[in-house]
Nanobody, 116 residues
């Protein structure tokens, strides 16, 4: 059974940093690309980072490029999202995501609030 469990969200001041973690269960983690999405109130869910199984290639939208870094530790079945220089517009619920076969799986989400 595929399960994704996020942690690491919280309240941070503008310009601050947070690191999110997502532990995966129930599938051969190292073989699958992993993604981080976010959803702000009243907005559609958007992709903020993706990483392939080996960790050798990543992708980011322009809105977070240079500030966010996705990484993974395949020995720990964990994917991370390091977020630096946070802005109020980064406030959202952040979700870990994986597509396994024809199914897509999501974690429960972790709230990130950027405010002074």
């Amino acid at each position: 059974q595929v399960q994704l469990v996020e942690s690491g969200g919280g309240l941070v001041q503008p310009g601050g940093s947070l690191r999110l973690s997502c532990v995966a269960f129930g599938f051969p983690f190292r073989l699958y690309p992993m993604n981080w999405y976010r959803q702000a109130p009243g907005k559609v869910r958007e992709l903020v980072a993706g990483i392939i199984g080996t960790g050798d290639s990543t992708n980011y939208p322009d809105s977070v490029k240079g500030r966010f870094t996705i990484s993974r530790d395949n020995a720990k079945n964990t994917v991370y999202l390091q977020m630096n220089s946070l802005k109020p517009e980064d406030t959202a619920v952040y979700y870990c995501n994986v597509a396994v076969g024809s199914n897509e799986y999501w974690g429960q989400g972790t709230q990130v609030t950027v405010s002074s």
